[in-house]
């Protein structure tokens, strides 16, 4: 009778280095996050690995970079914009556009077998805002390209539910259609949404890796559910996530929901150490 393979096991210590420059408590929080979410979801069997955007992937990038060539050389590393491509190149490691990924036989759609990213805020249900880098586009793509999308954040991003504490949905659109979109977003409730400006550093708008611009709307708490709800104003992520895509000129919606979410979100902790969280368990690790 075949013997089934052995279930791949983790090859990085989930305790960091000593960092090389001192760290802030947040930035230390960050790294102890991105240590553990490597060294669990990141196995010697893996191809292709999606990386995402901001601050915290930098953690990611280090932790993966920590491990020997022989362990990582037959990875390729999904980037989702200029700053992900250059953690990577600057790690020496390998990276390619998500567009020259082979198709498998069955023709699957998940060909990544692991995604890491960010998130600016996520709610009880794992639903996520992400986009606050202006790099939302790419990274939805890589994490529907994904087998997994694990989220490493700090305890900052935790809400019961989103735009509780983060103040708006980031919409990447096409520069054609700002005020179409603005308009649109007001009728749907937004009290003001916003052109991202690119001060102090360029005049004039946020230029995203895909030529787009930013809108930043601002809408009430929103429901986690994932069924449409007539409570008062409030929209349901779901609901409001399509809303908003179906306006003309939406690229796309910084609200990752259904099958979009996280299957895990690791939250460094102010007193050094990780929460990990999934819809069935909460862990505490030190
Ligand atoms: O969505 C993102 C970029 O578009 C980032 O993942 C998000 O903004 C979190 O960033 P950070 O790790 O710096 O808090």
């Known amino acids: 009778m075949p013997q089934a393979a052995p279930a791949a096991q983790p090859f990085l210590s989930p305790h960091p280095p000593p960092p090389k420059t001192p760290l802030t408590p947040l930035q230390a929080a960050k790294r102890a996050a991105a240590y553990h979410a490597v060294?669990?979801?990141?196995?010697?069997?893996?191809?292709?690995?999606?990386?995402?955007?901001?601050?915290?992937?930098?953690?990611?990038?280090?932790?993966?970079?920590?491990?020997?060539?022989?362990?990582?050389?037959?990875?390729?590393?999904?980037t989702t914009g200029h700053q992900s491509r250059a953690l990577i190149y600057d790690a020496g490691l390998r990276y390619t556009n998500i567009d020259t990924?082979?198709?498998?036989?069955?023709g699957a759609v998940r060909m990544l077998d692991v995604a890491f990213d960010g998130a600016d805020e996520v709610d009880a249900e794992l639903n996520v805002i992400k986009g606050g880098g202006a790099c939302?586009?790419?990274?939805?793509?890589?994490?529907?390209?994904?087998?997994k999308f694990v989220c490493v954040a700090d305890h900052r991003k935790l809400s019961p539910s989103l735009l509780t504490s983060f103040p708006s949905i980031p919409v990447e659109i096409l520069p054609l259609s700002t005020q179409h979109v603005l308009a649109s977003l007001r009728l749907l409730g937004s009290p003001s949404p916003t052109l991202r400006s690119g001060l102090p550093a360029k005049a004039g708008p946020v230029i995203t890796d895909n030529a787009g611009f930013i809108v930043d709307a601002p809408f009430p708490p929103l429901l986690p559910s994932q069924e449409p709800s007539d409570e008062g104003s409030r929209h349901d992520v779901a609901t409001l996530a399509?809303?908003?895509?179906?306006?003309?000129?939406v690229v796309e919606v910084g609200l990752f929901f259904g099958a979009q979410k996280p299957a895990v979100v690791y939250f460094g902790m102010d007193d050094g150490g990780v929460m990990v969280k999934t819809l069935e368990k909460t862990e505490q690790r030190s």
């Open 136 to 147: 939302l586009f790419q990274e939805k793509l890589v994490v529907v390209s994904a087998k």
């Open 101 to 106: 990924l082979p198709l498998d036989g069955a």
């Open 242 to 249: 399509k809303r908003i895509k179906e306006i003309v000129g």
């Open 39 to 78: 060294s669990d979801h990141l196995l010697p069997n893996h191809t292709y690995v999606g990386i995402g955007s901001g601050s915290t992937i930098v953690y990611v990038v280090e932790a993966i970079s920590t491990l020997p060539r022989s362990l990582t050389s037959h990875m390729t590393f999904l």
